[in-house]
């Protein structure tokens, strides 16, 4: 089998248009990851904002508190059966 010189060419051309195609992809994925990636940091600044602001919400919020019951009114209620 021989090859020629103008095959080891194209073939070269060919593998090099390749690699520049593979360049330009690989800036285009690396450009949307940025992307993602700044977009994701808004949305966990904005999540953490939206439960700062309800953790303040329910501080001032006056919940009722159950009621308690002592130890001996239990001793004494249970006495009665």
Do not use: C, G
């Not at 600044?45 to 700062?52: G, Q, T, V, Y």
């Not at 919020?61 to 130890?71: K, M, R, Y």
């Amino acid at each position: 089998m021989h090859i020629s010189v103008s095959d080891l060419e194209n073939y070269k051309k060919i593998l090099e248009q390749q690699l520049r195609d593979a360049d330009k992809k690989l800036a285009e994925n690396l450009s949307a990851i940025q992307l993602l990636n700044r977009d994701k940091e808004r949305r966990d600044k904005e999540i953490s904002d939206l439960e700062a602001a309800a953790r303040e919400v329910i501080e001032t919020i006056d919940l009722p508190q159950p009621p308690t019951v002592s130890a001996d009114y239990i001793s004494k209620w249970l006495q009665q059966f």
